[in-house]
Nanobody, 120 residues
Framework: QVQLVESGGGSVQAGGSLRLSCAAS????????MGWFRQAPGKEREFVAF??????YYTDSVKGRFTISRDNAKNTVYLQMNSLKPEDTAVYYC???????????????WGQGTQVTVSS
């Protein structure tokens, strides 16, 4: 059974940093594309970043501030978030995509989410 467990969320002031982690189990982690999404209150879930092998891609609003990375030996994907803004406040989810690449928006497995709150 595939499980994705996020951690590292919390409360931080604007300009601060957080590093989210997502530990995966029940899958051959290195063969999966991994993504991060977020959902703010009253808004739809939005794509944040993905990593596929060594390729990465970010939504425009986080480029230059967030970095996605993975450690295949630890079955873990990370999201380093710097220069945080109040508009980054959301529940952050990691996701895993199996099989042939279907693009950055389609994933097969999801974590339960971790809350990030950025105060001004």
């Amino acid at each position: 059974q595939v499980q994705l467990v996020e951690s590292g969320g919390g409360s931080v002031q604007a300009g601060g940093s957080l590093r989210l982690s997502c530990a995966a189990s029940g899958l051959t982690f290195s063969s999966y594309a991994m993504g991060w999404f977020r959902q703010a209150p009253g808004k739809e879930r939005e794509f944040v970043a993905f990593i596929r092998a060594t390729a990465t891609y970010y939504t425009d609003s986080v480029k230059g501030r967030f970095t996605i990375s993975r450690d295949n030996a630890k079955n873990t994907v990370y999201l380093q978030m710097n220069s945080l803004k109040p508009e980054d406040t959301a529940v952050y989810y990691c996701a895993a995509q199996a099989g042939p690449w279907r693009g950055p928006q389609s994933y097969d497995y999801w974590g339960q989410g971790t809350q990030v709150t950025v105060s001004s």
